[in-house]
C-alpha cells in the first residue's frame, strides 16, 4: 500500500506559477499588436497558442504587494490584512493568520520552491522558507527597493560606494547600514538563498539568468509532484537586461529588450520541466501582477488596448495605469500551459481573476484548502478542463495609495459593467497627478462595449439604475463579508536597523 501510495503521489500534476511584474496588454504580442509587428514574446505567444489565452482576467489589486497576497492567499486584499507595499524597515508581513498556498501543497506533500520578487515580509516568521517554501532565491522586495552598483542601474541617484570605510555620514551618496542614531538612506539591494544574504548589491544584469538556472535545477533534482512560484523583475523600472539581447527586440529599444529577456527566461523554465520528461505533468500559469507603470514611461512600452483619453483627463495615469481601478489598471495577461490535459488554442473572454489560481490549483492537485474562512477567489479548475462552467461573476477591484489606505473597494465588476467610485490620483508619463476625486453616484461603463472607458452611462437612463441596483447590492454583501472575515491591518513596528544586510560590521551592507 505505501508503494501505490507512492506511485499515486509522484503523478499529482507539477504546478509553476510565474507572476510578472507591471506587465501589461500591450506588452505580449499574443494580445496587442496593432501594428503586426515581430513580437517581443514569441515564446509566451506560442504558450498561447498552445495552451489557453485569457482576455478578460484581472489581478486582485492594481499594485504589488497587494496583489500578491491576494494571489497567496486567494482573499481580497481588504481581508487579509496587507493592504499596501509596506516599506522595508517594517518588522512583519503578510499575517500569519493567512495561509499561502505553498503553504497548503508543502502540508500536501508537494515540495515547494520560491523565486525572485517576495514582498510579504522578510523577518524570519515572514520569510519564505516560513510561508511554505522549502527552497527561496530572490530579493525580499522590489528591484528598485535599495542601491546598486551598475550605471543607471536603479531609480535613486547615487550608487552604493565602494570605499566605505572612507566614506563619511554626510556623503548624500553613502548607502546606509542603521548604527546607533544615525539612520541614514537606504541599503543596497540584497539577494537571498534561503535565509542567507548571497550578494548585496544584487547583480541585476544577471538575475533573470540565475533565476532561469534555480528553477531548472529545481525542476530537475527533487522529487515529485513539485510546486514553483516564481516572480520575476520583468517589467518593474529599473530595466536590466543581459547583453545578448541588447538590439535583438523587435523594437530594438531598452523595454523590447528587458521583454525579450523575461520572454526567454520563462522559455528556459519551461525547457527545464520537459527535458525532465514532466511537461505533460505540469500546469504552467503566467499572469502579471497588474498594469503597466514607471518603466513604460521611462522606456517606451505601448500602453495597450485600456487607456483613453477620457482617463487621463480624469487623472486616471495616462498610459502608466498601475494604481488605479481602471481596466489598464487591473486587466492583466494570463496563459495557462499543460500540454495533453488543457486543449490548445483557447481565447476564453470567461471574467477571472488571479485570486482564482489558488482554489483552482488546489482543485486540480485533489488537496484541500483550510475552510476556515472566506475566500474571494474560486474553482475555475473546469473551465481549464474544458468542462460546462457558467457563473455569473461579481468581481471587486479595490484600491490603495502608498503607504496607506486599507484596499478600499472603489470599483465592482458584474457582467459586461463595472462601476467606479473612485478616480484620480495616480500620475501619467508626464508626471501630471490627477485630483482624487470620488464618484457617487459611481461612473458606470459597459467594459465589454467600451473597454477603454471612455463613456460612461447616463445617470439619467433607466440602464444606468438598473445596474446602479446591482451594484449598491453587490457592495452590501461584500462590505458584509469582509467585516465577518477580515485580518487586522498588519501589525508591527518601524525600525529601519531592521533592513536586510549581509554583513552587519559593514555600514555599506556590501557582500559578494
Not at 75 to 83: I, K
Amino acid at each position: 500500500m505505501c508503494g501505490l501510495q507512492l506511485v499515486l503521489s509522484a503523478r499529482s500534476p507539477n504546478i509553476v506559477i510565474i507572476l510578472l511584474d507591471d506587465v501589461g496588454y500591450g506588452d505580449l504580442g499574443c494580445y496587442w499588436n496593432p501594428l503586426g509587428q515581430r513580437s517581443n514574446t514569441p515564446f509566451l505567444d506560442y504558450m498561447a497558442m498552445k495552451g489557453i489565452r485569457f482576455t478578460d482576467f484581472h489581478s486582485a489589486a492594481s499594485t504589488c504587494t497587494p496583489s500578491r497576497g491576494s494571489l497567496l492567499t486567494g482573499r481580497l486584499c481588504s481581508r487579509t490584512g496587507y493592504p499596501y507595499r509596506i516599506p522595508d524597515s517594517f518588522v512583519g508581513g503578510l499575517p500569519l493568520n493567512e495561509t499561502t498556498f505553498g503553504e497548503t501543497f508543502k502540508t500536501a506533500g508537494y515540495r515547494t520552491g520560491m523565486l525572485g520578487k517576495w514582498q510579504m515580509g522578510i523577518e524570519p516568521d515572514y520569510h519564505p522558507n516560513s510561508r511554505g517554501f522549502d527552497f527561496y532565491f530572490g530579493l525580499p522586495d522590489g528591484n528598485n527597493n535599495g542601491c546598486g552598483d551598475e550605471a543607471g542601474g536603479t531609480l535613486l541617484p547615487n550608487v552604493c560606494p565602494n570605499n566605505w570605510p572612507n566614506a563619511s555620514w554626510n556623503d548624500p551618496s553613502f548607502c546606509y547600514l542603521c548604527e546607533a542614531e544615525k539612520i541614514l538612506k537606504i541599503l543596497a539591494i540584497p539577494l537571498f538563498h534561503n535565509r542567507i544574504i548571497v550578494e548585496q548589491p544584487v547583480n541585476q544584469t544577471s538575475l533573470s539568468s540565475r533565476y532561469a538556472e534555480m528553477a531548472a535545477k529545481f525542476v530537475k533534482d527533487g522529487s515529485k509532484p513539485f510546486l514553483l512560484y516564481v516572480g520575476l523583475a520583468h517589467m518593474h523600472a529599473p530595466l536590466f537586461h543581459m547583453p545578448e539581447f541588447e538590439g535583438k527586440s523587435a523594437s530594438n529599444s531598452v523595454y523590447g529588450d528587458t521583454l525579450l529577456e523575461m520572454d526567454n527566461t520563462i522559455k528556459t523554465i519551461v525547457e527545464a520541466i520537459k527535458e525532465s520528461g514532466e511537461e505533460e505533468n505540469t500546469l504552467v500559469w503566467v499572469v502579471s501582477d497588474n498594469g503597466p507603470d514607471e518603466a513604460l514611461c521611462q522606456y517606451g512600452g505601448s500602453p495597450g488596448p485600456f487607456v483613453g483619453a477620457w482617463q487621463r483627463n480624469q487623472g486616471g495615469g495616462g498610459a502608466a495605469s498601475k494604481d488605479t481601478a481602471f481596466e489598464a489598471g487591473h486587466r492583466v495577461p494570463s496563459i495557462v500551459y499543460w500540454p495533453g490535459t488543457v486543449k490548445g488554442g483557447q481565447v476564453l473572454d470567461t471574467i477571472a481573476s488571479t485570486m482564482d489560481i489558488y482554489p483552482t490549483i488546489v482543485a486540480l492537485a485533489n488537496i484541500q484548502m483550510p475552510n476556515n474562512r472566506v475566500y474571494d477567489g474560486i474553482d475555475i479548475s473546469d473551465l481549464l478542463l474544458g468542462k460546462p462552467f457558467l457563473v455569473k461573476r461579481v468581481l471587486y477591484h479595490p484600491l490603495t495609495y502608498d503607504f496607506g489606505g486599507e484596499c478600499d473597494i472603489e470599483a465592482v465588476r458584474i457582467g459586461d459593467y463595472k462601476a467606479i467610485f473612485a478616480t484620480g490620483g495616480t500620475s501619467d508619463c508626464e508626471g501630471n497627478t490627477g485630483t482624487l476625486q470620488q464618484h457617487f453616484p459611481p461612473l458606470i461603463f459597459n467594459v465589454e462595449a467600451d473597454p477603454v472607458e471612455s463613456s460612461p452611462l447616463d445617470p439619467d437612463s433607466n440602464l444606468f439604475r438598473s445596474v446602479l441596483e446591482e451594484v449598491h447590492q453587490a457592495m452590501v454583501d461584500i462590505e458584509e463579508s469582509i467585516q465577518m472575515d477580515k485580518t487586522p491591518i498588519a501589525v508591527g513596528k518601524y525600525n529601519p536597523c531592521s533592513i536586510p544586510c549581509c554583513n552587519p560590521l559593514n555600514v555599506a551592507c556590501r557582500c559578494y
